[in-house]
Nanobody, 121 residues
Framework: QVQLVESGGGLVHPGGSLRLSCAAS????????MGWFRQAPGKQRELVAA???????NYADSVKGRFTISRDNAKNTVYLQMNSLKPEDTAVYFC???????????????WGQGTQVTVSS
């Protein structure tokens, strides 16, 4: 059982920055992909950014050039640096991790509880 704990959400003015963190804990053999999703009221959940264990990244077009995803494999932690924030970035952000658990190498797909990001003047 892999648990994800998120931090860093909050209220910020347009143009400001936030850094989200997500720490994974449990018997993890490999964390193949970690990523961030977001969901605004009345909208579908969408992928914001993802990163593989090898460092390959993928971003939604709406955040390219503004957001940066990174990970610290030793700490099983993924980060999302969000710059030049816009009101349309307002959403609940969810951390996601996919990989294999130790022992039987059981696949897992875990989600964090979500953290609110509000961009408003």
């Amino acid at each position: 059982q892999v648990q994800l704990v998120e931090s860093g959400g909050g209220l910020v003015h347009p143009g400001g920055s936030l850094r989200l963190s997500c720490a994974a804990s449990g018997s993890i053999f490999s964390m193949n992909v970690m990523g961030w999703f977001r969901q605004a009221p009345g909208k579908q959940r969408e992928l914001v950014a993802a990163i593989t264990s090898g460092g390959s990244t993928n971003y939604a077009d709406s955040v390219k050039g503004r957001f940066t995803i990174s990970r610290d494999n030793a700490k099983n932690t993924v980060y999302l640096q969000m710059n030049s924030l816009k009101p349309e970035d307002t959403a609940v952000y969810f951390c996601n991790a996919q990989g294999l658990a130790m022992g039987l190498l059981t696949p897992f797909n875990s989600w964090g509880q979500g953290t609110q990001v509000t961009v408003s003047s």
